[in-house]
């Protein structure tokens, strides 16, 4: 059975992935930093704002803003540019992603803030 598609509205969305096996996605400083380089250029290229993350070992969370239907190609972006950067210097190949990332879409002010909060208190 096909899955879904996913709702792609533009708006603000929740954002989450994690590692396949809930492994480590983020094993120094530098995957950190890596990461959010991704994800800025993303934003760039996307036109996307970032309004609140927090990077975990071993997933992400992204309080972001689209301006228009593309969080799918937004997402793209990040997940494939880093799994490519991450299995090339982990030096393994294969599913990096434990599966298609998560996103929910923010229809009220009290859950952008309850999400900011959520966001803020993860680590």
């Avoid at 120094?28 to 890596?34: F, K, R």
């Avoid at 992400?60 to 689209?66: G, M, Q, R």
Wanted: hydrophobic residues 30%.
């Amino acid at each position: 059975m096909p899955r879904k598609p996913r709702i792609d509205l533009a708006g603000y969305h929740h954002v989450i992935n994690r590692g396949v096996n809930r492994s480590d996605i983020f094993v120094d400083e530098y995957d950190y930093e890596t990461f959010l380089k991704i994800v800025c250029k993303a934003c760039r290229v996307y036109k996307v704002v970032l309004h609140d993350y927090c990077l975990m070992t071993n997933h992400f969370h992204l309080l972001i803003e689209t301006k228009s239907e593309n969080l799918s190609s937004f997402m793209k972006h990040i997940n494939g540019n880093y799994a490519i950067y991450a299995n090339k210097k982990q030096k393994r190949s294969g599913h990096f992603w434990q599966g298609r990332y998560y996103s929910r879409y923010i229809n009220s002010d009290e859950y952008f803030y309850t999400l900011i909060r959520y966001i803020e208190q993860n680590p």
